[in-house]
């Protein structure tokens, strides 16, 4: 155990919340370490007044306000951005030979995925990812996680009593695709995409003095990422009107894109809805609306489902959908253009980014801890966790200055 003293800052210092605290005396405290417990003598202050204290040791070694020490937080911050807190754990014991329990972990992965939640809300800069591609696209989607009952007690929902069990969280990615393969389809780059997702609203009312929470969210990813510095802004989504409200707001010179294969299930279900799903009939009829879509004849194919609106409620439907969306479906314009116009990297986003970790059987989240999850395992998948580390550090040592 150290007997160094260099921590004494005197009789007082200050708080950090504009007041001072007294120096009390040198407390000893256990952390955990990659290596074991170490105990740590430091000298300790207290605010009367905030009634909290302080030890500007703790600051300098990374350990405020944490039991556990820098290298076992990075341990901690990738099994918790990854499997299931119990896994976790046993992944810590068994690789590492670390005892942290899955509930302690799970309140170390949920205290680190606050931090990265208030760190995201300040980091507006561009990121240094080298020279902005001359094409940039973002895209949005939502995908539902389960909940835990007092948090959707209130809430409508699609089970047969009107109740919910889930909560959306919307998920925004950036990319880009200035690959090509071998038939000249843009193929997204490796290492470009970044994610940025929450369980928040994208609504705002029309006299608000402030886009949405989600759209606040858009927004920062795409300064982030130097959306609005590309030549070309492509937007990617389904036919969802929060997704093309928020891309209207604050992207009004983007390409619209509705997702084709999207719209390609569309047409496939109406199929299913017009000759039943096991005609014969099915695949040829769905196939060439498909060709007249990917052709751009969309007034053809308004024609042909028009033919069954009157009898088939998904045809009718299905042509209002296409009439909304008609300026977002020139996908023979898009490939001209060489621009991608699926979303598979959102749809994967929804997949890897927030179903492989949030989804699992048996899972059911608050509201703050999935948010955490989600801002920690975005993190992650971003290549941002290193970073979010080398600010931590910085923060601490100021503090401890």
């Known amino acids: 155990m150290s007997s160094d003293t260099s921590d004494y800052r005197g009789t007082s210092i200050p708080c950090g919340r504009g007041h001072e605290a007294r120096y009390v005396g040198r407390r000893i405290r256990v ?23 302080v030890c500007p040791r703790d600051g300098e070694l990374g350990l405020e306000g944490a039991s556990y020490s820098p290298g076992l937080l990075r341990m901690i911050a990738l099994v ?25 972990l799970e309140r170390a992965a949920e205290a680190l995925g606050r931090e990265i939640q208030r760190d995201e809300l300040e980091q ?25 009952r007092e948090e959707v007690r209130s809430r409508p929902g699609k089970q047969p009593d009107g109740s919910s069990r889930t909560r959306e969280v919307k998920l925004c990615t950036v990319w880009s695709a200035e690959g090509r393969d071998e038939n000249g389809v843009p193929i997204r780059d490796p290492g470009s995409v970044t994610y940025t997702a929450g369980i928040e609203s994208a609504a705002s ?14 927004l920062r990813e795409a300064q982030r990422r130097g959306f609005l510095e590309a030549k070309r802004q492509v937007a990617i989504g389904d036919g969802a009107a929060f997704i093309w409200n928020t891309v209207d707001e604050l992207f009004p010179n983007a390409i619209q894109i509705v997702d084709r294969f999207h719209v390609q299930q569309h047409l496939h279900d109406v199929a ?18 498909c060709e007249e879509l990917n052709e751009g004849k969309l007034d053809l194919l308004i024609e042909r489902l028009e033919n069954h609106a009157s009898t ?38 929804c ?15 608050s509201l703050a801890g999935a948010n955490a999850i989600i801002a920690l395992r975005c993190a992650k998948l971003s290549n941002r966790l290193e970073s979010f580390w080398q600010r931590r550090s910085a923060r601490s040592r100021s503090k401890a200055a």
């Open 31 to 53: 952390f955990k370490t990659v290596l074991g417990g170490i105990k740590i003598p430091r000298a300790y202050y207290h605010c009367d007044i905030c009634n909290e204290g």
């Open 80 to 104: 918790g951005a990854t499997v299931s807190f119990e896994e976790g754990s046993e992944l810590l014991a068994e690789l590492a030979g670390i005892s942290v329990p899955a509930k302690s």
């Open 124 to 148: 507006t800069q561009r990121e240094d990812r080298g020279k902005i591609p001359p094409t940039l696209y973002i895209g949005i989607d939502g995908t539902g996680i389960p909940m835990r």
């Open 205 to 218: 009312s029309d006299t608000a003095d402030e886009p949405s929470v989600f759209a606040q969210r858009v």
């Open 272 to 289: 299913k809805a017009i000759f039943g799903p096991e005609s014969d009939l099915c695949l040829p009829w769905a196939a060439r609306r």
């Open 312 to 349: 088939c409620e998904a045809a009718r439907k299905c042509v209002g959908y296409i009439r909304r969306n008609r300026h977002r479906m020139r996908y023979d314009i898009f490939h001209a253009r060489g621009l991608c116009t699926s979303s598979g990297v959102v749809e994967a986003g």
């Open 351 to 365: 997949k890897v980014a927030i179903g492989t970790r949030l989804k699992r059987a048996g899972m059911h989240w």
